[in-house]
């Protein structure tokens, strides 16, 4: 078996007597889409900014694309991409100029940057729109562009963030299209979405409760061990058993 891209053992985070991630532990396996799930409070938020190395754990271990979160955080920030509902892009700059901010932020080449950014646009069908102000976009297109963005260069893993908050079942479905194109070329994508119609893409769905795992397996199987019919109802089973809220 290949070694995981991502490794968590025993990861917990305290916050003074409040333990928002109570020793969890998982791995991912390369080119896969994980699915990390959990209600408001659940703690999902918490590990995944441990796993970006923005945030140091209170105890446990884990490794991403080979580093230590404990003590090659700013490592990880290289061989990850990362993109969160608020997409973190500039209005007042065109869609090149975005994309060549973050090329340089990445580190690339100029030579890198240009064949990169067309890659991008081309694989947008987005060419005809690259001068044009991300202010003037529409939701979806942002979304596009930010997660084209977030892969500029060529991560290992790809964490997201509730990406597709607050768009239409169309563009989230093209949005998922362009997440099935980075894995099958070998990108690991870790996501974390609200709606459960998404988790049923995933290869595998973990779901957290009160800052635990509670269930880790393929939706199929999922459904099958709690005796349901879709991911919405294997997370509101699990759901039912939190105690805290944010």
Not at 17 to 33: C, K, L, P
Not at 122 to 132: D, I
Not at 186 to 195: D, S
């Amino acid at each position: 078996m290949n070694e995981p891209i991502i490794h968590v053992e025993n990861l917990c985070k305290k916050f003074d007597d409040f333990t928002a991630v109570n020793q969890i532990s998982f791995d991912v396996s390369r080119g896969e889409i994980f699915g990390f799930l959990g209600a408001n409070g659940a703690g999902k938020t918490t590990a995944m900014r441990m796993l970006c190395g923005l945030s140091f754990p209170t105890s446990g271990m884990g490794t991403v694309a080979g580093f230590n979160i404990r003590t090659e955080g700013e490592k990880i920030k290289s061989h990850i991409g990362y993109m969160s509902q608020r997409f973190s892009l500039y209005d007042d700059l065109t869609v090149f100029e975005n994309m060549k901010l973050y090329a340089g932020i990445y580190g690339l080449s100029r030579q890198q940057t240009l064949q990169s950014i067309d890659e991008k646009l081309e694989q947008l069908q987005f060419a005809s729109e690259k001068n044009t102000l991300v202010g003037a976009l529409p939701l979806g297109w942002k979304q596009k562009v930010a997660f084209s963005v977030a892969t500029l260069h060529r991560p290992e893993i790809v964490f997201l963030d509730e990406p597709t908050g607050g768009v239409d079942p169309i563009t989230r479905r093209q949005f998922w299209e362009l997440i099935y194109n980075a894995a099958a070329n070998g990108t690991t994508i870790f996501v974390t979405t609200h709606y459960m119609d998404e988790a049923e893409y995933c290869s595998r769905v973990s779901i957290m409760v009160d800052g635990k795992i509670e269930a880790l397996d393929s939706p199929k199987k999922l459904k099958e061990q709690f005796s349901v019919q879709s991911m919405d109802e294997v997370f509101r089973t699990l759901a039912r058993r939190a105690k805290r809220t944010e």
